[in-house]
């Protein structure tokens, strides 16, 4: 087999070197593997002796085995176009000069996205329909942030090969970073339909999902990646997280099981375990869970900051402001950790430090509900009432199906006596949730200093039928009995509202 694998060799060899008298003595000087310079190939072509389709032919196979010392350009291909080169030897020298620059993309470090950006453009310009450097281009754009560029770039890439599932799923995910989510569910379900079996394609339309709050179409594209592919963890571990979502506890957990069995020393896992305990009110659980992700790994920030809502919401505000700041140190580009920090910081009365920390977090992410309420609800506790409504009508425009920036908007409305705009707000609130005890308590003080003593009689009424422990619901109906001239009613919730008022003695 060697041998005649050598034959071949020297066949082959021998033919060139009939086409290319006129080279021979370079190859002499250079040797053999010397990569061919734009006078080489010329002269071959003018000294061709096999008949130039033969010489074009056996050209393109040594710059294929050889590369090239030089690059094309307009006045080059002119020159060696006259000397006799065809379409196949001019195709030739671009591809090889393309996938020269496609070397050296991929030979930059690893996150040097101009590096790559560069090279495939350079790579490009001699071969400006190929595929791959039009690809490669826009994952290196996406991952600089340049989801536009990456964005033209897919669609080009599609336009040369239209039936690619990775460019729609890649587009898919430009889009989706660009926040155009129906632009990005085509790409999904067009690389989907392309690819059935791609468990990736099944993850992206998951988070999209996710994103989007959709929690039940993501768990099933959660599934469907896990059917194909059992031991992916980032397909269980989202799915985890969005059962969380769902208040889906154990199912999460058990996804999050899975996961750790899979890679036991990924501290993530643990911490999105910890998550779900914390979530499920088992703090014991998740605490265990948090202390074993940092033993994994002491400066993993997501489990820091988990480790830290728990203590949070065990009141030990000390403990989670040091794991808030400790997670800060690590990745202080998270604004969700701002955000709690200042809900602690709100706690211990730490206004400033607590202002300053939501201004960071919107610094981080302009639209970000949860900095915008609580800085106006800051605001609106240290009387700055201009700022807190403004903060909240925009946390309002964020999330308008969330019933606490209205109350807290209404709140501020009836300490600066705006009663018709405080009405508004409680209104929604109690058509978003008609449970509220507290909205209703309010929307009774609004008709009560707007004179609708009956209306404020009702409202308080219902207040105290959906919590019989709220004091000041029994204060304002007996004023409002009081104001209609029942004194009897007005003097039995006096009672109450003093008992439910009293001090608990220490046993």
């Given at each position: 087999m060697a041998a005649r694998h050598l034959s071949i060799i020297f066949v082959s060899l021998t033919i060139f070197f009939a086409a290319l008298a006129g080279a021979s003595a370079v190859r002499g000087q250079t040797g053999a593997s010397a990569p061919l310079t734009a006078t080489d190939i010329a002269g071959a072509l003018r000294g061709s002796e096999a008949g130039l389709p033969t010489t074009n032919r056996s050209l393109a196979k040594q710059i294929a085995e050889r590369g090239l010392s030089f690059e094309i350009d307009d006045a080059v291909e002119k020159r060696l176009r006259e000397a006799g080169a065809d379409d196949i030897l001019i195709i030739a020298i671009r591809e090889s000069l393309c996938s020269r620059y496609m070397k050296r993309a991929d030979e930059c470090p690893e996150d040097d996205f101009a590096c790559q950006i560069a090279n495939y453009d350079k790579a490009l310009s001699f071969h400006p329909d190929d595929d791959k450097p039009v690809?490669?281009?826009?994952?290196?754009?996406?991952?600089?942030?340049?989801?536009?560029?990456?964005?033209?770039?897919?669609?080009?890439?599609?336009?040369?090969?239209?039936?690619?599932?990775?460019?729609?799923?890649?587009?898919?995910?430009?889009?989706?970073?660009?926040?155009?989510?129906?632009?990005?569910?085509?790409?999904?379900?067009?690389?989907?339909?392309?690819?059935?079996?791609?468990?990736?394609?099944?993850?992206?339309?998951?988070?999209?999902?996710?994103?989007?709050?959709?929690?039940d179409p993501a768990i099933r594209d959660f599934g469907r990646c896990i059917t194909l592919a059992p031991k992916d963890t980032g397909c269980l571990t989202a799915r985890g997280d969005a059962y969380i979502e769902k208040e889906q506890y154990t199912l999460a957990i058990r996804d999050f099981d899975r996961a750790i069995v899979l890679e036991p020393e990924n501290a993530d896992f643990f911490a999105g375990r910890g998550r779900a305990y914390r979530e499920w009110g088992r703090l014991n659980q998740a605490h265990a869970d948090f202390d074993s992700a940092l033993k994994h790994d002491p400066k993993n920030a997501f489990a820091l900051h988990n480790r830290g809502i728990a203590f949070s919401e065990q009141n030990e505000h000390d403990k989670a402001l040091a794991d808030y700041t400790a997670a800060i140190e690590i990745d202080g580009k998270n604004e969700?950790?701002?955000?709690?920090?200042?809900?602690?910081?709100?706690?211990?009365?730490?206004?400033?430090?607590?202002?300053?920390?939501?201004?960071?977090?919107?610094?981080?992410?302009?639209?970000?509900?949860?900095?915008?309420?609580?800085?106006?609800?800051?605001?609106?506790?240290?009387?700055?009432?201009?700022?807190?409504?403004?903060?909240?009508?925009?946390?309002?425009?964020?999330?308008?199906?969330?019933?606490?920036?209205?109350?807290?908007?209404?709140?501020?409305?009836?300490?600066?006596?705006?009663?018709?705009?405080?009405?508004?707000?409680?209104?929604?609130?109690?058509?978003?949730?008609?449970?509220?005890?507290?909205?209703?308590?309010?929307?009774?003080?609004?008709?009560?200093?707007t004179g609708e003593h009956r209306k404020a009689i009702a409202d308080s009424t219902r207040s105290i039928q959906l919590d019989p422990k709220v004091a000041a619901a029994y204060e304002i109906r007996s004023l409002a009995y009081e104001a209609v001239g029942d004194e009897r009613r007005a003097a039995a919730d006096r009672k109450r509202f003093e008992a439910l008022s009293a001090p608990v003695e220490p046993q």
């Open positions: 690809f490669n281009r826009g994952l290196a754009r996406h991952r600089s942030g340049d989801h536009d560029g990456a964005i033209l770039d897919y669609t080009r890439s599609l336009e040369l090969l239209p039936k690619d599932a990775d460019a729609y799923g890649n587009r898919g995910n430009s889009y989706a970073a660009k926040g155009e989510k129906e632009l990005a569910l085509k790409d999904y379900e067009q690389a989907i339909l392309l690819a059935p079996k791609e468990p990736r394609h099944f993850l992206n339309r998951g988070n999209l999902h996710y994103q989007d709050r959709k929690y969700e950790v701002f955000v709690n920090r200042a809900i602690s910081l709100i706690e211990r009365k730490q206004l400033t430090s607590a202002l300053v920390d939501l201004n960071k977090a919107l610094q981080l992410a302009p639209d970000n509900y949860y900095a915008y309420v609580n800085r106006g609800e800051l605001y609106s506790e240290v009387g700055e009432y201009d700022k807190a409504v403004g903060d909240l009508s925009k946390a309002v425009t964020l999330e308008p199906s969330i019933a606490r920036p209205y109350f807290s908007r209404a709140y501020v409305y009836i300490e600066i006596e705006d009663y018709a705009n405080a009405l508004k707000d409680l209104d929604k609130v109690i058509s978003i949730d008609p449970k509220d005890s507290a909205a209703f308590s309010n929307r009774a003080i609004v008709h009560l200093r």
